[in-house]
C-alpha cells in the first residue's frame, strides 16, 4: 500500500533536548511539507521541500530544521531554540510543483514537553 | 499576507439540516482545497477546486469556488452524524503548492 508513515505517534521532550520526527512515503512524491497543529487551530507550515537536496523555509520555521537526503525521507528535528514545541505535526507530500496537486497527509506525531 | 478565514468556526446542527461553510481569503488564486479532519487523526482529502466556478460534489458534502469574490463554500445537505469532524479550506498561494489554511470549522450533527 502506497502512503507516508510518521514515527513515532507519541513523542516526549525533555528540556533543551532535540527530538527528530520520522516522515517517510513511498508514493514516489517529489514534495514533501511539514505542518504544525495546536488545538483549535488551522495548519501552518513548517518547512518544505520539492526536490531532494533542496528545501525552504514556512512560515513558523525557527527553531526548527529539516533535511532531505532522500526522495522518500524528510525528517524533522525540533531543536532547543523552539520553546513551545508542544503541538501535533503532520507531514504531507505531494506530486511536484504543478501548483494544483492535492497534499496527502500522514497520521501526524504527537510532541509533548516533559 | 494571505489571510484564510473560515466561518462559523463551530457548527451544531440536527441531522437532516442543510448548512453552508464558507471560505473567504484575501488574495488571488484560483487553486483552492477542502480537507476534513476527524478528532486526533490526520487530514483527509475532500475537494479540490482549481478554477472560478469549480462545483464538486460527493455525497451530501457540495465544494464551490468564486475565484472573484475570493470565496469558497461547502454545502451540507441533509446533515448526518458521520459528518461530524472539523473541515479546513486551505488556499494555494502559487510556487512550491504552498497551502495556507483556515482555522478549521467544527462541525457536530446532533441525532
Known amino acids: 500500500d502506497g502512503g507516508i508513515t510518521q514515527s513515532p505517534k507519541y513523542l516526549f521532550r525533555k528540556e533543551g533536548q532535540n527530538v527528530t520526527l520520522s516522515c517517510e512515503q513511498n508514493?514516489?512524491?517529489?514534495?514533501m511539507y511539514w505542518y504544525r497543529q495546536d488545538p483549535g487551530q488551522g495548519l501552518r507550515l513548517i518547512y518544505y521541500s520539492q526536490i531532494v537536496n533542496d528545501f525552504q523555509k514556512g512560515d513558523i520555521a525557527e527553531g526548527y530544521s529539516v533535511s532531505r537526503e532522500k526522495k522518500e525521507s524528510f525528517p524533522l528535528t525540533v531543536t532547543s531554540a523552539q520553546k513551545n514545541p508542544t503541538a501535533f505535526y503532520l507531514c504531507a507530500s505531494s506530486i511536484g510543483n504543478r501548483g494544483w496537486e492535492t497534499q496527502y497527509f500522514g497520521p501526524g506525531t504527537r510532541l509533548l514537553v516533559l | 499576507e494571505l489571510k484564510v478565514e473560515q466561518n462559523p468556526l463551530f457548527l451544531s446542527m440536527q441531522e437532516g439540516k442543510n448548512y453552508t461553510i464558507y471560505c473567504n481569503y484575501s488574495t488571488t488564486s484560483d487553486r483552492l482545497y477542502w480537507y476534513r479532519q476527524d478528532p486526533g487523526k490526520s487530514l483527509e482529502s475532500l475537494f479540490v477546486?482549481?478554477?472560478?466556478?469549480a462545483v464538486k460534489q460527493e455525497g451530501r458534502l457540495m465544494a464551490s469556488l468564486d475565484t472573484k469574490a475570493r470565496l469558497s463554500t461547502l454545502h451540507i445537505t441533509a446533515a448526518v452524524h458521520d459528518l461530524s469532524a472539523t473541515y479546513f479550506c486551505?488556499?494555494?498561494?502559487?510556487?512550491?503548492?504552498?497551502?495556507?489554511f483556515g482555522a478549521g470549522t467544527i462541525l457536530r450533527v446532533k441525532s
Open positions: 486551505a488556499v494555494d498561494i502559487g510556487y512550491g503548492n504552498k497551502l495556507v
Open positions: 508514493l514516489n512524491h517529489d514534495a
Open positions: 477546486l482549481l478554477s472560478n466556478g
